[in-house]
Structure formats: structure tokens, C-alpha cells
């Protein structure tokens, strides 16, 4: 039974709902999770309240912002009074709210694209106090498209990230300041919304962070006149590229702005039109089915084309040759109910058969075997991306192949097999594979002395360089990657078309293979989590992850809100 007055809670976030409604103008604030459930009987003064705010019709990307930075505020507020009513100590925040628009829920993408999140949960609409099976429209253009997804399900984190404030104060979204030019999270969904508005690009090119950069970039050049803010957006992201001026940290605001941006190049790229300011987004055809999204979509932004090669290619034929691309091109299978901790399970099983505990394979050979099994096609669906690895930038693990004796190609990533662990838990949604790599030799396009490693190790736990691999043979710098084109033999080629990027790794290297929705999941474990990588690469590795193995049977399983 609760232990919170739970009426007064409820009266707390009708009263909250209207104001948002009719002083924000949000479209709608409906209530799910524990405090639906039952009636609440399961709410404690140690549960989360979750939240949805509907918002955004006919509203563009800065329009969009502006409305949650509005709305943070609010949040506060919120925060603040369950503080009052729940009267615990946390400098966490008491509530989750997602705040998306219709055509989020039409498409039924969530943040952690999670599936039939809006269609299938039970919700109380807070204006009317009516409770409801799915939200209204939910799921009306469903299945989405895995890119457009990607992207959307990327922006709606970020709000999500940026409304996360506690009633200290503290806040869950910090000013950006990494090496990288924005956020890769960001650049990942641009990249997304790029293949999405051209497929010639190519299946991978969804992961390349340059093209997804790029396409920020000419969307922000194209835009900077719009408004002033878009303009100083546009001036930071050219300083942090290499531009003169002082650069700095992205607010999170801006973070936000870049977000939204991202889901109106998606948007337009799905339905063939353009992002603009001057107009609303662009809305959801539902006759624009799946299937029909590389004919609708075969548009390419002018200010995005790439650099001329020394030949004209011969239109006819590279039409010809897309069509028939997209004619045999076979579609993604979907994971439909399947959850990503079943899905992992499975594969589990079929790479480690009989494993009951924690078990280490030392044979290299072996070990690649295995892990081929576990990450074996398909890996990519239209509507999940199950298998991910973590450490200190947690990714989707799209591709999976040996490249040379004992190293395997992860995503970009070069892996120089040592050894692995599979590490089964208590149940099956607590499975996890451990996997360390020897160093590789360095591509000598950088200098890479010792003093250099040994700073990147202090810093990092490791090193790492990037480079691009033209044509399969030819290795530039990342650079020279970022900006398309490279010198070979003394002559300039375009590598815009033929290149991929690859990570290797300098020192040696660990990582975590687990599902997405494993309780592995949780920010709150990040850091710790880099903390027992760290010390699996200087420590017995075997007690370190037998220690780690007993910290994630102790985690909380996720919540998908």
C-alpha cells in the first residue's frame, strides 16, 4: 500500500497540468507508470512521477526549443512542490517528463525506442482526469522507419535530458565541452537524417559522424540570417571546428537547439520536403508508409553536395544504378515484441552454450567464433537497435566482421581480440559479455609519442586514434576525413563517396557487450562503470569482473520513461 497521500499528489500535478496547458500552451500533459498502475497502490515516496507533455503542432525547431526552455522553469516549480508532498532526500529529480509532439506519438518513437510505448501504456489525462489505453492517435503512422527513429528518438532524449532538473536545482544536462564538434549523439542522428534524405549514400553511412556534422553545419550557414540565436549557434560550431574566435562549451540550450534541428532535417527528409523556419514542420503523411520512403525521399540538400571528382559521372547511369539499388536493397526486418533482453538472451545462449557463471575464453580464435554467433545478422531493425557495447561512450552495435587474424571490425571500431567473459546473472536481463583488445600498431598518421599515450591513458583509461580508409586501402587522417577529401600520389581525390572512418586502439582496451534495455542502462552507473573498465586493464581482470558481475545483479532493472 502507498505511503503517499496519494490524492493530494494527483490534485498537485492537475493543477501543475493546467497551468502548462493554459499559460505554455502545451496540447495535452497525461500521467503513467506506478501512479496509474493499480490506482498507485505501488507508489511510494521513493517512486518517480512520469510524464508526458504533448506540444509543438505547427512549431519549428527554434520555436521548439524556446517552448521547453519555457517550459523548464515549470519543471522547477513541480520539482520543488513534490518535494513538499514526497519529503525525501535526493538531488535527483522527482519527476520524468517527456515532452514530445503529435507526430512523435503518431510514429510511436520514444526516446529509448522502446516499442508501442505511446500506444500500449496506460495513461490518465491530467486536464480531464480520463484515463486512456494508448494516447489518442498513437501509433497512427507507426512503423517508423529505423533512420527517422533514430533521429527523432535522439531529440526527444535530449528534451527529456534538458528538463531533467531536481529541486536543488542540479541539473541532469551540462555545457558540452568534449573533443568532439557537438555532441556525437547529435552528429550520429544528423548522419541518420542525411541517409534518410539520400540513399545513394549508402547503408553505414547512417554511423558517420562527418556527414551528420555537415549537415548540421549547411543548415545552420543556410539559416544564420533566420535569427540571431541560430546565427551565435552557427558561430560556435564553426569556432569549435577551427575557425578563429574563442569557441567554448555548447549550453545545453544550444544542445537542445541542435537536437531539434536534427528532427526537422528528419522530418523533411521523410516527406521530401525542406527544414525551414519560415514555415511549421512538417507534418506526417500517413499514406508516406515505410516502404515508399526511398521513392518519396530522393532529395539531396544543395549546400550539402559533395565536392566534385576529376569525371563527370553519367547521370542516366547513376540513376539508373540508384533505382535498382533501391529496388533490390532488402528492408529491415522488424524486432516487433521482441524485447532487446530476450533478443540478447538468445544470442547469449547460442555463443555461450551451457555457460551457467562467469566464464573466460582465452583463445582468441575461439573467442572471435563466439562473439560472432552473439553478434551475428541481423543486428539492425527497423524499429531497434538491441545489442549495444558500453564503457565511456555507449553505442548500438550495428556490424560485425573479421578484418585480419584476430581483429574484428566493430561498427568503425578495430578490435584486437585478447580475450573474452561471459558473465550470465542472476536472470536473464542481467547478461553481459566482457571483451578485451591488445593495442595495434599506430597508422603513423599522427605523432603518437609516449608522452602523448601516457596523458590519454591518465585521462581516458586508453588511446585511440581516428583515421579514413579510402577505397579499403588508403588510410588519412580524420581530418582530412571531416572535410572529404584527401591527397593520394600527389593528386586530390574526393573521399566523400568511398571512405569509411575507423577507430584503433593505441593501448590496450575493454568494453562491455550487453542489450540495450540491461540495467547496465543507467546514467547513474556510468561512471562507474569506467571506473571497473579502468581497473580491469591495471587489475586481475577476473576479480575485477566478478565484482562488476555482482553490481549489476544489484541495479535496478530500467524503466522505460
Known sequence: MSDVDLSALRTALNDWAYLIVHNNGAEGVYLFGSLVYRDGEQFTSLSDVDLVVKFGTGMNALERATWVKELFSRKEQLEITLLGLLQRRTVEPFASVIAVTQTEISLDVQKENQPSFYSSNIFIDLLHNTQMHGLPDAASSAPCDRLLAGSLSMTQKMRHQFLGVGANKRTVLQPFDGEDRVPKSVMRAAAMARRLADHSLGLGAEYDTRLGLNYLTGYLLDHEKDDQQLDTLHQLISERLGARGKGGPISPFNQLLLAEIVFDLAI??????????????????????????????????????????????????????????????????????????????????????????????????????????????????????????????????????????????????????????????????????????????????????????????????????????????????????????????????????????????????????????????????????????????????????????????????????
Not at 561512450?393 to 567473459?421: M, P, T
Not at 542481467?430 to 578485451?436: G, I, T, W
Not at 547496465?520 to 581497473?535: G, H, P, Q, T
Request: one cysteine or more; aromatic letters at 10%; a negative charge.
Open 268 to 561: 523533411s527528409a521523410h516527406t521530401g520536403g525542406s527544414a525551414t523556419l519560415t514555415g511549421s514542420t512538417p507534418s506526417i503523411s500517413p499514406e508516406l508508409a515505410p516502404d515508399s520512403i526511398c521513392k518519396a525521399i530522393g532529395i539531396t540538400s544543395p549546400s550539402l553536395e559533395p565536392l566534385p571528382t576529376h569525371e563527370e559521372p553519367d547521370h542516366a547511369d547513376s540513376a539508373a544504378a540508384e533505382t535498382k539499388k533501391n529496388e533490390t536493397e532488402p528492408p529491415l526486418p522488424s524486432l516487433k515484441s521482441t524485447t532487446s533482453l530476450s533478443f540478447f538472451w538468445e544470442r547469449f545462449q547460442q555463443a555461450f552454450p551451457g555457460v551457467r557463471e562467469i566464464t573466460w575464453f582465452e583463445d582468441t580464435a575461439d573467442a572471435i567464433d563466439r562473439l560472432a554467433r552473439l553478434l551475428q545478422p541481423p543486428l539492425m531493425f527497423s524499429d531497434a537497435a538491441p545489442i549495444w557495447w558500453w564503457r565511456d561512450g555507449n553505442l548500438d552495435i550495428q556490424s560485425f566482421e573479421e578484418i585480419e587474424e584476430s581483429v574484428v571490425l566493430i561498427n568503425h571500431d578495430e578490435i584486437k581480440v585478447r580475450r573474452i567473459a561471459a558473465a550470465p546473472g542472476n536472470n536473464y536481463k542481467r547478461n553481459f559479455v566482457y571483451v578485451e583488445a591488445d593495442a595495434r600498431e599506430p597508422t603513423n598518421l599522427y605523432k603518437a609519442d609516449e608522452n602523448w599515450l601516457k596523458e590519454r591513458i591518465k585521462r581516458s583509461g586508453y588511446a585511440a586514434e581516428e583515421y579514413g580508409l579510402y577505397a579499403g586501402a588508403h588510410a588519412f587522417s580524420r581530418s582530412e576525413f571531416d572535410d572529404g577529401g584527401t591527397y593520394i600520389d600527389g593528386k586530390y581525390v574526393d573521399t566523400t563517396r568511398n571512405s569509411t572512418l575507423r577507430v584503433r586502439y593505441l593501448t590496450p582496451y575493454n568494453f562491455i557487450i550487453a542489450p540495450q534495455d540491461s540495467p547496465i542502462n543507467n546514467v547513474d552507473f556510468d561512471s562507474a562503470l569506467v571506473r571497473y573498465m579502468n581497473r580491469a586493464l591495471t587489475e586481475d581482470p577476473k576479480l575485477v569482473i566478478e565484482e562488476l558481475s555482482e553490481e549489476v545483479a544489484a541495479l535496478p532493472l530500467r524503466r522505460f520513461a
